[in-house]
């Protein structure tokens, strides 16, 4: 089926939305107000991960979206030639550890129950785990290793995607804001009205991140979007000492229930320009990007508990984002259930460039017809959990 | 009493401590270097002074004075190797979050103050634009050059070759001069018909810039007394050598500074010193929310006052006018942050010099500006980004491949800008790149009072060592330097931590 989509939002998730649709045949506009790769998607660290999700319909996104990455790293390398710039995608895996026996307890349930879901989780011991990271502080007291947790460059990604949808037909138009609904018959939505005049549209995909709830208002509905401050910081580059994504499990220490989501609370890796980078403090205080020292103070421990070394190494710059939070920790993708001709693409908070991939083929498949790989049900704006949130 | 903190010890800071310590404030005075004066005054560490420091300074004995009255005023605390790594907005005001020491010693100090007034008088660098073989050994920045000659009596070569844009290439030749170098020319992009309309067609003010006027003299009198060449309207286009600079093309340029074929001609030197003019050091401006102008600027009123409530600016981040324009800010903005009246007195007088300094950038700018035809001295192969070593080639083939001319997109897709100088040298060479000759309003970054580019954003003012970050103190705590006047320091606490926590994103 033929259709005329206008896309809001040009970051890693409108970008995945608007390759997959002008694949699949629609003409497709993406609009941003801002530059293309600008936002959420040029904040972070790219990371591509399973370790960090626990079983349920985010993990089973995120096995299909991993997949989908190996190959689709090749595809855009193949398509878009070796003078573009790389979307830098390494396997590299990534390793949990933890420095007291609790967090190890809880890690280990919380491995068990990934790998009972399909995920490759191998339990090790502080004398393994140095020989994956020699320079681990002698603190650590085991591991976890995750083989397929990865890593993309997430703004040569998005740029990539991008590219790769304007071959396939689709335009990008940065610079244009949107400021309205452009109504068909029935109070249907049928394009949008912008900063550079009018849009028509068959369907309007909502993919601006944290901005989600913004522009979705003013469209005539509304998203439970939040936007959540992250901080992540860059060292000097070095030669490189850290091989894997490193993670500070000790969150676990402090975790009763085995079924909590895991949440880390230092990342920390080496990159191909010899960076390390430090992520990831979360706080949700609006749009407010006001520097605060106490946060890179407390990231710093983190990493300095991890990788003693680390204490020597300079930060040279720090950048802050904000990560699309939905309530129920969930992304939304799929159609508005108010207004006719509008959908969501949004909400996936830190793991919009690893989901990327599975949520545009997804939201592609439900708007032009087609079958589905994954069942859409979890991902609805309607679902049960969402609901509840809002009443 | 009010709590005065004064960033940066130049001419301008200076100037503002000793006001603001007239008007009856508190003043603490920090300075990343080890030594009051800052570029402009730049000498010998006390412990090795030099006998004839003067000859090498124009108005020494102003600096002599301002530093002595500083020392000695008890309301005044003079805090040398003092860095601001960070400032922090809250509503109740501004917080610097600063670390004592030497950079690269193990044992910096963290300090935080959170005075009632903030003075900016962080001052500029200068701005060299690339052009092939300018990342050789032997190529400096001006800057460099002239530090190394006021501040350790080195001399950046033996024939040295001086380029670049505006009046503050002659002090550098001086400099080395002084030093013992050969100057082998001095090559001014300005050509002699802007240099005429920006200097020749108001001449009341340079009269009213006596100072300043009289300053030039006296270098344009060493350039003479060497038999050294000031050639208008020229450019170095290339550097070139084996591991080291051993010789420079030199071309001519038209008015819009594009190199004019079949003019170029090689010189010997070795070693080439370049400056096409200053960029302002916002970080700190930037990070307290201050207003820019479109030239990127910061804006600041009659008082110096800038658009955020309690911050000063005074100096070369309000604009490029020199030490005299630097010392007048300087008065006024010290005086209206103590809560004087910058009407009156000392502070009138000052407000008329600075107005008189004021036509004087704006001369600069007309004589001297960067001009979009420079970018016809560059090749595919030419270094933009001496950190990550990415060509001027390269970004525009990034640009042409992805289609995005935003910055942060190109540095993050290309790595200009990314290496350990964080965009300082390259930043606005790269966006102007980016945004096409022609593009003024926009090359410029910005808009009138708008949001500051990204390309100037830094909130690590500096680089911070981990182990530093993470011993700064989680919980509330009241901190004082150790100085002979602990007691007259501003309010310092610690914020306390946030909770700890993370995800991965």
Redesign the interface.
């Known amino acids: 089926m033929a259709a005329d989509v206008v896309i809001v939002g040009a970051g890693i998730v409108g970008a995945a939305c608007a390759r997959a649709l002008a694949r699949a045949g629609a003409r497709v506009t993406v609009l941003d107000r801002?530059?293309?790769?600008?936002g959420t998607s040029?904040?972070?660290?790219g990371?591509l991960?399973v370790s960090?999700k626990g079983p349920g319909p985010e993990l089973e996104l995120a096995t299909v979206s991993l997949r989908r990455w190996a190959a689709l790293a090749e595809e855009l390398a193949d398509e878009?030639g070796p003078?573009?710039?790389s979307v830098e995608h390494e396997a590299k895996g990534g390793l949990v550890v933890v420095t007291s026996t609790e967090g190890l307890s809880g890690l280990r349930r919380f491995a068990d129950a990934q790998r009972a879901s399909g995920v490759e989780a191998v339990e090790m011991g502080a004398e393994q785990a140095r020989e994956l990271e020699p320079d681990l502080a002698p603190g650590v007291v085991g591991a976890v290793h995750y083989p397929h947790d990865a890593q993309v460059?997430p703004?040569?990604a998005t740029?990539a995607l991008?590219?790769s949808a304007?071959r396939a037909g689709a335009e990008?138009r940065?610079g244009v804001e949107v400021t309205g609904p452009l109504l068909g018959a029935g109070g249907r939505l049928a394009g949008v009205v912008t900063s550079r005049g009018e849009v028509a549209a068959d369907a309007v995909v909502v993919a601006a991140g944290p901005w989600s709830a913004e522009v979705a208002e003013r469209l005539g509905s509304s998203i439970p979007v939040r936007p959540r401050r992250?901080m992540?910081?860059v060292?000097?580059?070095m030669p490189q000492r850290i091989r894997r994504k490193v993670?500070d499990g000790d969150?676990f220490a402090a975790t009763q229930s085995a079924g909590a989501e895991l949440?880390?609370?230092?990342?920390i890796e080496s990159t191909q320009?010899g960076?390390v980078l430090?992520?990831?403090?979360?706080?949700q205080v609006g749009f407010d990007e006001?520097?605060?020292?106490?946060?890179?103070?407390?990231?710093?421990?983190?990493?300095?508990a991890v990788f003693p070394f680390?204490?020597?190494?300079?930060?040279?710059?720090?950048y802050?984002?904000f990560?699309p939070y939905m309530p129920d920790h969930l992304p939304v993708i799929g159609p508005d259930p108010v207004r006719a001709g509008l959908w969501f693409a949004t909400g996936h908070?830190?793991?919009g460039v690893g989901l990327a991939p599975a949520t545009g083929d997804l939201l592609a498949a439900q708007l032009l017809g087609l079958d589905p790989a994954l069942d859409p049900r979890p991902y609805a704006v309607d679902r049960p959990t969402l609901l509840e949130t809002q009443s | 009493m009010r709590d005065v903190v004064v960033v940066g010890a130049g001419p301008a800071g200076l100037a503002a401590a000793r006001a603001a310590a007239s008007a009856g404030a508190l003043v603490t005075l920090l300075d990343a270097a080890d030594g009051l004066g800052g570029q402009y005054w730049r000498h010998l560490p006390a412990e090795r002074p030099a006998g004839r420091e003067g000859l090498l300074h124009h108005k020494w004995a102003t600096f002599g004075e301002l530093s002595d009255v500083l020392r000695e005023h008890p309301a005044v605390t003079v805090l040398p190797s003092a860095q601001v790594w960070?400032?922090?907005?809250?509503d109740g005001g501004i917080?610097l979050?600063i670390l004592v020491g030497e950079p690269d010693g193990a044992g910096r100090q963290a300090l935080v103050l959170e005075p009632d007034a903030l003075v900016l008088a962080t001052g500029a660098h200068d701005r060299t634009l690339p052009f092939p073989g300018w990342q050789l050994p032997g190529v400096y920045s001006a800057g460099a050059a002239q530090a190394l000659a006021k501040g350790e009596r080195v001399a950046v070569g033996r024939r040295v070759v001086v380029a670049g844009a505006g009046p503050f290439l002659l002090p550098v030749a001086s400099s080395l001069l002084q030093t013992g170098a050969t100057v082998v020319g001095v090559h001014e992009a300005g050509r002699i018909g802007s240099l005429a309309r920006g200097w020749l067609n108001r001449p009341w003010e340079l009269a009213g810039a006596a100072g300043k006027a009289g300053e030039l003299a006296g270098y344009v009198g060493d350039l003479l007394r060497h038999r050294v060449r000031w050639r208008p309207g020229e450019a170095v286009v290339a550097a070139h050598g084996d591991g080291q600079v051993d010789a420079v093309t030199v071309a001519r340029l038209d008015e819009r500074w594009a190199p004019v074929a079949g003019t170029e001609r090689r010189v010997e030197a070795d070693a080439v010193c370049v400056s096409h003019g200053f960029t302002p050091r916002l970080e700190l401006a930037i990070?307290a929310g201050c207003d820019l102008s479109s030239s990127r600027f910061v804006l600041v009123d009659d008082t110096q006052a800038t658009s955020v409530r309690g911050v000063w600016a005074a100096g070369e981040i309000t604009g490029i006018g020199g030490a005299d324009a630097a010392l007048a800010e300087g008065t006024v903005a010290g005086t209206a942050a103590a809560g004087g009246n910058a009407g009156t007195g000392t502070a009138r007088a000052a407000l008329r010099a600075r107005s008189r300094a004021r036509g004087f950038a704006a001369r600069i700018e007309a004589a001297h500006g960067i001009r979009p035809g420079w970018t016809g001295w560059l090749r595919d192969d030419t270094v933009v980004c001496r950190c990550?070593e990415t060509t001027y080639g390269r970004v525009r083939?990034?640009v042409e491949?992805?289609?995005?001319?935003?910055a942060?997109?190109v540095k993050?897709?290309?790595?200009a800008g990314?290496?350990?100088c964080?965009a300082r040298m390259c930043g606005r060479t790269l966006q102007e790149l980016l945004d096409g000759p022609g593009a003024r309003g926009r090359a410029a970054g910005g808009v009138e009072g708008g949001p500051a580019p990204t390309v100037d954003r830094?909130?690590?003012v500096v680089?911070?060592?981990?182990?530093e970050?993470?011993a700064?103190p989680?919980t509330s705590t009241s901190r004082t330097a150790t100085s002979r006047t602990a007691s007259a320091l501003p309010t310092a606490s610690?914020?306390?931590?946030?909770q700890?926590?993370?995800?991965?994103?």
Do not use: C, K, W
């Open positions: 801002g530059a293309a790769a600008a040029a904040h972070g660290e990371n991960l960090d878009l003078r573009f710039p460059q703004v040569a740029e991008l590219a304007r990008v940065t992250g992540v910081l060292t000097t580059p993670y969150y949440q880390t609370s230092a990342v320009g960076t430090i992520g990831s403090s979360r706080e006001r520097f605060r020292a106490a946060v890179p103070a407390e990231m710093a421990r983190r990493a300095v680390l204490a020597q190494t300079n930060v040279m710059r720090s802050v984002g990560r908070e830190g793991a | 960070s400032l922090e907005r809250h917080r979050n990070a990550e083939e990034v491949l992805t289609g995005s001319h935003e942060r997109s993050l897709t290309s790595r990314l290496g350990p964080q830094r909130p690590f680089p911070v060592r981990l182990g970050l993470a700064l989680a610690f914020p306390s931590a946030s700890p926590g993370g995800d991965r994103t």
